[in-house]
């Protein structure tokens, strides 16, 4: 599934990191510890977002603050064209110490801090590169000094740079909430993320499929909601469509899984997939994402689309608190 030039999909990671993981044979407070394993990957989600493109031979550019020296090298290696904006202090690292049993002890840093002028350089930079874009994906969290509107400002920039481009948003909480009132294409968030959004829980899919329409009402045109092992669901112009993979008996890690769903429905829709058979492909790349280990992203020898139920009308009953009903 690669696609040509004018098919190239922007992501837009905020606040990038570089992902570190290191195997220890055991956790011990004051101790030296010896790694017996040690990996660095580029990380954050937009960046994710392109990495599994990558891996799918989809053209694919990430622009983000700061990411220069190792950062830029690791995205060139795995062949995605890096684009850097200036930012103060330095891309942050989160280590992720394993043990062999799997338990897996997270130490985030904070990451850039960016000025107001740099904040306007990254949007503008984004506009430059929406131009001949198919998709401008902006998503993560939203790094210090920059406004809860940066997603929304992106959404524009990306829509003053290319009036064909489209765009879409994966973030959360007040950032989600402004990127929305800027009416991207496209949205992708978790069950949680979307009960934050309206302000209410979400127990059933039918309280799902409420907050989609009033989200669509609102001038989003596609809701993807990634629900964890129950699936994900796109609602569209076009319908409304539930798949789910068959469970994953071994989740090895879920990091990444909601960036490979957002990947694999944007590879589809490039190469002119219907809003069901794109569901379909990112439903499988969601659940190879969960079946990798660490920081790993799927690529299309991971991604078996038989392991996933055809799209269909949703299960309104669908209970999503994992309780009887
Ligand atoms: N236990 C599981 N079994 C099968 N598939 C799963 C499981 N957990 C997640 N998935 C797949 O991964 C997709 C994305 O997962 P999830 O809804 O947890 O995303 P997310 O919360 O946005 O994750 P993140 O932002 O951390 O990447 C799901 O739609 C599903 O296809
Ligand atoms: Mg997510």
């Known amino acids: 599934m690669s696609g040509a030039a004018g098919d190239i999909v922007v992501t837009v990671t905020p606040n990038p990191s570089l ?18 394993a040690h990996r660095v990957d580029p990380g954050g989600k937009g960046v994710n977002v392109s990495r599994v493109l990558a891996r799918f ?12 020296g190792e950062l830029a090298e690791l995205l060139r290696a795995a062949g995605i064209q890096p684009v850097s904006t200036p930012a103060r202090g330095v891309t942050r690292v989160n280590t ?15 990451g850039v801090e960016l000025a107001a002028t740099e904040v306007d350089v990254l949007v503008d930079t984004v506009a430059v590169h929406a131009a001949p874009a198919a998709w401008v994906v902006s998503a993560g969290s939203v790094p210090r000094g920059a406004p809860d509107d940066l997603h929304a400002r992106i959404v524009s920039a990306a829509r003053r740079g290319g009036p064909g481009t489209r765009v879409a948003v994966d973030t959360s909480g007040p950032a989600l909430a402004a990127a929305v009132a800027a009416c991207p294409d496209l949205v992708k968030p978790n069950v949680a993320e979307l009960a934050e959004l309206v302000g209410h829980p979400l127990p ?22 990634s629900m964890g092992a129950a699936g994900a ?7 409304t469509w539930h798949c789910a993979a068959e469970p994953v008996t071994a989740v090895r890690s879920t990091v990444g899984a909601g960036d490979s769903t957002l990947a694999g429905y944007l590879l589809a829709r490039t190469s002119g997939a ?23 992203v799927p690529g299309p020898a991971d991604v078996d689309i038989t392991s996933v139920k055809p799209a269909s009308a949703p299960p309104e009953s669908l209970d999503l608190t994992g309780e009887a009903s």
């Open 233 to 239: 669901l796109v609602a569209t112009a076009e319908g």
């Open 19 to 36: 992902d570190r993981t290191v195997e220890i044979p055991a956790l011990t407070r004051g101790a030296v510890l010896r790694a017996t």
């Open 96 to 110: 992720a110490l394993v043990e062999p049993d799997g338990t897996t002890t997270k130490v985030n840093e904070p």
């Open 274 to 296: 219907s809003p069901a058979d794109a569901l379909v492909h990112a439903v499988a790349c969601g659940a190879a994402a969960v079946g990798l280990p660490g920081t790993a």
């Open 57 to 68: 031979g989809h053209p694919t550019l990430a622009v983000m603050p700061g990411g220069t």
């Open 204 to 225: 059933r899919l039918a309280d799902v499929l409420a907050a989609t329409d009033e989200i669509r009402a609102g001038g989003v045109g596609t809701v993807l909601v």
